[in-house]
């Protein structure tokens, strides 16, 4: 064992002179290679680190972003929401109007004599053979008929078919007389209240419309038909004209086109 003598000051320690006088025994051929240990890490975070600072930071941009966002689109979609309020509160005051409008077009329709009806229901629910010579109406709903039949039975009939409509009510037979092959009656009746009608269908059928507009001719064959249903005005037939089967031969209103006489004679005929 060997006693080093070190020198005093800095940079003499025990250590540097041990490794200068290995140095200078070998000659100082072989380099001197120094091993120096790396800090193993603590496990603890720190906030100093420049890693740690970076995510620190752009944690806090995004949070102030989440933020700020729904500021943000409120102040920059104010403008848009404006003009949509104010189109709505103009809408909201047109269906005022609108409401107001509907109403009184209700109030029109019902309160309007359902003249229409009452014609088409007569022309529809006539006997076979008979003929109407006047129909009086007026707003309180009071009918009056005139016409002629064949027979007292034609006259029972067409009385209870005009009871079953549920259109008509206190239908009474105030005058029968008999003529020449005829029978002269005039029956009265007056149209139930609006409320009692409301769920009877009195207009012509979807058929008997189609039927109507091509003049009892089929669409896709061109054929036209030998005879027309109760109640359905030709194609071509005047205004003021009753439907085919209302009169007997020899008593139809002048005006018919010759081509629907036709067919209004043949169906007479038939039946």
């Known amino acids: 064992m060997e006693t080093l003598v070190t020198e005093s000051g ?66 920059l979609l104010k403008p848009v929401l404006t003009r949509k309020l104010a189109a709505l509160k103009a809408d909201k005051g047109r269906l005022t109007i609108i409401d107001r409008e509907l109403d009184f077009l209700q109030t029109l329709k019902q309160s309007q004599p359902p003249y229409l009806d009452a014609i088409y229901l007569m022309s529809k629910l006539a006997p076979q053979g008979s003929k109407i010579d006047s129909l009086t109406m007026n707003r309180r709903g009071e009918v009056s008929l005139r016409g002629s039949v064949r027979d007292a039975a034609q006259v029972t009939d067409f009385r209870t078919k005009l009871i079953n409509s549920g259109f008509f009510a206190n239908i009474a037979v105030e ?14 009746a007056q149209w139930k209240p609006p ?7 009195n207009g012509p059928t979807a058929a008997e419309i189609e039927t109507a507009k091509t003049g009892g001719k089929s669409p896709k064959a061109g054929g036209s038909v030998p005879s027309m249903p109760p109640g359905v005005m030709p194609s071509g037939m005047p205004p003021g004209a009753m439907p085919g089967g209302a009169f007997p031969p020899g008593a139809l209103p002048a005006g018919i086109p ?11 005929q038939q039946h």
């Open 10 to 75: 800095p940079g003499h320690s025990a250590a540097i002179h041990g490794l200068k006088r290995t140095v200078a025994r070998i000659g100082g051929s072989l380099p001197l290679t120094l091993q120096v240990k790396a800090k193993r890490p603590t496990g603890k975070f720190s906030f100093s680190a420049p890693d740690a600072k970076m995510w620190a930071t752009r944690a806090a941009v995004l949070l102030a972003v989440l933020l700020i966002l729904p500021y943000a689109e409120a102040l």
């Open 175 to 188: 005058e029968q007389a008999p003529g020449q092959q005829k029978l002269n009656v005039r029956i009265s």
């Open 195 to 201: 409320e009692a009608r409301a769920g009877l269908t």
């Open 258 to 268: 010759p081509e629907i006489l036709k067919q209004i004679q043949a169906a007479q």
